[in-house]
Structure formats: structure tokens, C-alpha cells
């Protein structure tokens, strides 16, 4: 339990300081933007495929910026896919981090996810290169995962704190679409209630991680 609390602290020091200072040097932070967008944009493709939509291709910008190409399904589910679909990865991966057998599991399952990912859905050339990249990182941690514990708890948390700063993002972003379609409800409540739906998901899931540890 004390184990777990200290490679938690740690890996939230980490995080933080590759979100808020790593994350903004240009180039370098494009690689840490890269996996958060391509997990985003993840959640976004199956939102589509759940509501019996499709999901057609990523694009993953030189900026770290995405797009998920999708037709079909239900929107708000599509919509809010990417914020739910991130979420789910980071918290999947803070779990992870703390089983021996997921922390395997997880690496290999990621590495075959991305891979298919670059394969069939790539959008062009540039988008290929940047999930394979990720696809062989996963498969090298499958394969010498030594300190998974600690990179799976580090990306957890920044994936997850990406999440979160993104329910403040403006009308532009999928939170604006998501309220056009609930007109009735300003976007500036959908922020709040998205934020709040992200917080209760992330502490209850820690809290179930220590729990089970003890």
C-alpha cells in the first residue's frame, strides 16, 4: 500500500511537470500532445462503431493537434467518446500499473490496438509513422517491462490530465458541439458536469486500486 502511494506521488510529480512545462517546449512536447490526441481521437472512433456508426481514419497533425473521421451512429455519443474514451485509457493504465499480469497484458494489447490503428485507418503518411511509433513503443515495453509500473502511472495520470483541462477548452471544442445538441443546457454547465463525471471516475478508480491493494 505505502508502495503504491509513493509510485503514485511520484508519477503525479512527473506528469505534472511534463504537462505543464516538457509539454510546451516545442517539438519535444509534440510526443507527449501525439498520445493523448491519438487515444482522444480513439474514443471518438468508438463512440461511432458502439452506436452502429463507422469510423474511417485518424489524423494526427504536426501541432499534435487530431481528427477522427467518422459517419453515422449517434453524435452525442461520438462526440463525447473522446472525452469517456480517454478517460477510460488513462485510468485503464493507472490500474495497470500496479498489476503485474495488466501491466503485460496492457502493453501488448496497446502495441496490436495501435498497430491496426496505423494500418487501417491512418489518414496519411505522417499519421502512420506517428502511431506506429507508439505501436513499437508498447510492444518494447511488453517486451522489457521492467519499469512499466512507473511509465504506465505516468502516462495515466498525463492522459487523464489532459482530460480534465480539456473541459475548459472553449465552443470550438467537442464539449461546444456536444451542447448544440442539447440546446437547453448551456456548453458552460456541460464543462463542469464532463469535469465532474471526470473527477468522480478518476478518484473512484484510484480509490479501487488502493483498496484492492491492501
Known amino acids: 500500500m505505502k508502495n503504491s502511494k509513493k509510485i503514485f506521488l511520484l508519477a503525479l510529480i512527473i506528469a505534472l511537470l511534463l504537462h505543464y512545462v516538457i509539454s510546451n517546449i516545442p517539438y519535444i512536447g509534440y510526443i507527449i500532445n501525439y498520445?493523448?490526441?491519438?487515444?482522444?481521437?480513439?474514443?471518438?472512433?468508438?463512440?461511432?462503431?458502439?452506436?452502429?456508426?463507422?469510423?474511417?481514419?485518424?489524423?494526427?497533425?504536426?501541432?499534435?493537434?487530431?481528427?477522427?473521421?467518422?459517419?453515422?451512429?449517434?453524435?452525442?455519443?461520438?462526440?463525447?467518446?473522446g472525452f469517456i474514451g480517454s478517460l477510460i485509457f488513462g485510468n485503464l493504465l493507472l490500474k495497470a500499473s500496479l498489476n503485474i499480469k495488466d501491466k503485460d497484458y496492457i502493453s501488448f494489447f496497446m502495441g496490436i490496438i495501435f498497430s491496426i490503428l496505423a494500418i487501417f485507418f491512418s489518414a496519411d503518411i505522417f499519421s502512420f509513422i506517428i502511431i506506429m511509433f507508439y505501436a513499437i513503443i508498447f510492444f518494447t515495453l511488453f517486451k522489457y517491462n521492467k519499469y512499466n509500473k512507473y511509465i504506465f502511472s505516468v502516462l495515466g495520470f498525463l492522459v487523464i490530465f489532459y482530460v480534465l483541462l480539456d473541459f475548459n477548452v472553449g465552443p470550438i471544442s467537442d464539449i461546444g458541439k456536444f451542447a448544440d445538441i442539447f440546446i437547453i443546457i448551456p456548453s458552460f454547465v456541460w464543462m463542469y458536469i464532463w469535469l465532474l463525471l471526470g473527477l468522480f471516475i478518476t478518484i473512484f478508480n484510484i480509490y479501487y486500486i488502493f483498496k484492492k491493494s491492501n
Request: charged share 10%; proline share 0%.
Open 35 to 81: 498520445i493523448v490526441t491519438i487515444f482522444h481521437e480513439i474514443g471518438h472512433g468508438v463512440g461511432a462503431l458502439i452506436t452502429f456508426g463507422n469510423f474511417h481514419k485518424i489524423d494526427i497533425n504536426i501541432d499534435g493537434s487530431g481528427l477522427a473521421t467518422t459517419s453515422g451512429g449517434i453524435r452525442a455519443i461520438v462526440l463525447l467518446g
